[in-house]
């Protein structure tokens, strides 16, 4: 059971991180201004791809036994209010979204990379991980390719 729980703690910090991942683009989806429409809907995909990796998780948790998280990482929230007090200051509402979104992005990547230096895991779920993260990895990619275009615009 030991290894089970230990498989379970990982999947969990990944569900959490996709929970912030979720608040962050909800959040950044409703201070977006409404003629920045293929921000927003970035923001509203990317926080569906972290939906769909929850229900993922959750069910490999359920599958071993285990409670799926809920909530948000306590890192997330403060993430969170940092980003508020940051906007507050900014001139480029546009810009400085792109900016937090990246650090979030930033943040995913670290957490699915120290799940997959775990030896717990189990091949599937390795491969599980490894699959997600590419996911996560795109969005990233493409909130740094929008934030370098928006340093060059300005």
Known sequence: M??????????????????DRIAGYEKAYEETETNDTDLRSL?????NHSRDNVLELSSEINALGGEPATGTMVSG?????WMDVKATFSSDGR?????????????AQKA????????????ELHALVTRQKA????????????RDSEKAYH
């Open 77 to 81: 929230k403060l993430y969170r209010v």
């Open 135 to 146: 996911t996560l990895r795109s969005g990233h990619d493409t909130i740094k390719r929008l």
């Open 43 to 47: 923001y509203n995909s990317l926080a």
């Open 112 to 123: 699915y990379d120290t799940a997959l230096e775990s030896d717990e895991l189990t091949p």
């Open 2 to 19: 030991s290894r089970n729980t230990a498989i379970i703690e990982i999947l969990n910090d990944l569900i959490l991180i996709n929970n």
């Open 95 to 107: 810009k400085t979204s792109l900016e937090n979104s990246e650090f979030g992005e930033d943040a």
